[in-house]
């Protein structure tokens, strides 16, 4: 249960930053948000993440300043690389497993974009299946509005990165 919280308001609906009585940091988008015992152990960071997600999806922002959360070696690999894919543009879930060491794990990647805690600032929404959008927060239904957001979210990054909205894959 989450005993410090943040609304911030995006673009795309409002998230919430919360942390937990052992000071675990989580990031998820409102419509979505479910308890998860997971993130970053860091009281402190709170005012930080929230200045970051403030402006992410208005302005172009540097890196996050949050670190990657603990997990096993291949999941915290994959969070890490998501990372690294710059704003505005798409990796499907094999070249993430590559960026992350494990070229042949492709559904690995999946999962742990699935279990991502930290929804933007590891932007598990620029990861997508090579047939097209894939899913989000565990949604793969293309009617969804899971994957609507995905969809919102891609073309903010792709103007904000001077692209074009039109198409938010690659």
Known sequence: MPSHWRTITTPVGSIVLAIDEYDWITVEFALLHKEQPVGVKDRD???TAAAWLS??????????????P?????????????????IGQT??????A???????????????????P???ITPCHRVVAASGMGGYAGTACDASP??????????????IAGGTAADPLR
């Open 146 to 159: 899971n994957l609507r957001l995905k969809a919102d979210i891609l073309q903010i990054e792709r103007h």
């Open 91 to 96: 990796r499907t879930y094999a070249e993430l």
């Open 70 to 86: 603990t997990a096993n070696p291949f999941r915290r690999n994959c969070w890490a690389a998501c990372r690294e894919i710059p």
């Open 98 to 116: 590559a960026m992350a060491g494990n070229p042949k794990a492709a559904r690995a990647a999946g999962s742990a974009m699935r279990n991502n």
């Open 45 to 47: 960071l709170l005012p």
């Open 118 to 120: 930290m929804s933007l």
């Open 55 to 68: 402006g992410c999806l208005r302005e172009p922002v540097g890196p996050p300043p949050i670190p990657v």
